[in-house]
């Protein structure tokens, strides 16, 4: 899947893709990678994110309503809105889960 999407997935998000992925919670569906069909397949979130604008070096890793959750080489999380880059972020993958994906959605 880091061939077909051309950028390394950051260890954190290997491991959230490998015991995690298939929990569904709120509204937010972060992407998955086992079922091509699905709305939230990988690829398909990329090539969306990539159509608006959000730069190749991030990694979109949940979509809502045309903006974006993003995770970086390093392993922080970053918004970026439909209008653009955005300040929010968090410091690594599990923050961002706990913050948005739980707290916010649950």
């Known amino acids: 899947m880091e061939q077909t999407v051309g950028i390394p997935f950051h260890a ?3 491991r959230y893709l490998l015991e995690a992925s298939d929990i569904t919670l709120g509204t937010l569906e ?3 990678i086992c079922e091509p069909s699905s709305h939230t ?3 398909c979130v990329v090539a969306s994110a990539r159509a608006l604008g959000v730069p190749p070096e991030l990694l979109p ?5 045309a903006d974006f959750y993003c995770i970086d080489a390093g392993g922080a999380v970053h918004f970026w809105s439909h209008n653009g880059a955005s300040e929010e972020s968090w410091p690594d993958l599990a923050s961002w ?3 948005v994906w739980i707290e916010e959605n649950a």
């Open 12 to 14: 954190d998000y290997r």
């Open 30 to 32: 972060p992407s998955t």
């Open 41 to 43: 397949h990988l690829p």
């Open 61 to 65: 890793i949940c979509e809502d309503n």
């Open 97 to 99: 889960l706990r913050k």
